[in-house]
């Protein structure tokens, strides 16, 4: 069954924590993203992976890092240095340019 | 970068009645539209999208026109029902990143 899977489902962080979101694919997508959604905000992009390796800044990401070792797979840190963290994020893959983005279910994290 | 321009934020009908999402966006470079649908607690799905060599695309009830000119584009629902009440968003696909509008809440009352 071919999909991209977030974990996990919901998230607690502890202020000064780092967490890590997993997000892994089968669907042997070269590009990957991450996008932080808030209410009323949309889905802003944090950082995006056309090829492994090799990762690109989008446009709030200051405060998370990724790391693309992998095809398969694209994790995401929310690092202590990210003072609002607490959101929806999610995770896509693309096949090639221009075609469908599939998603993840979302991860939602909220610091306690 | 890419900036996508989403109006209404809130759109209420009644069921039976159409509705009408249109979004705008900066990058001439910009070639491929698609609109995702986002039920409650639930991922984006992609419901419709269309390419800059097209002007207009219909799949039953929905359909999506582009005005390359202008930059803009618009999502049209028609006959609407309570199932269509969700989030929809509008992004706009540049060089390397797809680009997401903030989203429109479509409430459809029976």
């Known amino acids: 069954d071919g999909g991209i899977t977030q974990s996990p489902k919901y998230l607690f962080r502890k202020e000064g924590q780092n967490v890590t979101l997993s997000c892994e694919q089968n669907l042997n997508h070269d590009a990957m993203y991450w996008y932080r959604q808030d209410p009323g905000q949309g889905l802003r992009l944090i950082y995006y992976s056309q090829i492994v390796n090799d990762f690109q800044k989008g446009d709030i990401a200051e405060g998370y890092s990724v790391s693309r070792e992998k095809k398969e797979s694209f994790p995401l840190t929310v690092t202590s240095a990210q003072k609002n963290p607490t959101a929806f994020y999610l995770c896509?893959?693309?096949?090639?340019?221009?075609?469908?983005?599939?998603f993840g279910q979302g991860t939602r994290l909220t610091v306690v | 970068g890419e900036n996508v321009e989403q109006h209404p934020s809130t759109l209420s009908v009644q069921e039976g009645d159409s509705a009408v999402i249109k979004c705008t966006y900066s990058?001439?470079?910009?070639?491929?539209f698609p609109w995702y649908k986002q039920e409650l607690g639930k991922r984006p799905q992609l419901i419709i999208d269309i390419r800059s060599n097209v002007g207009e695309k219909k799949d039953q009830r929905i359909a999506v026109t582009l005005n390359k000119t202008a930059k803009h584009f618009s999502l049209h629902i028609t006959e609407t029902q309570p199932e269509d009440s969700a989030v929809y968003f509008c992004?706009?696909?540049?060089?390397?990143?797809?680009?997401f509008g903030k989203g429109t809440m479509l409430l459809v009352s029976p």
């Open positions: 992004a706009a696909s540049g060089y390397s990143t797809l680009t």
């Open positions: 896509a893959s693309i096949d090639t340019r221009d075609t469908e983005a599939f």
């Open positions: 990058d001439s470079a910009s070639n491929y």
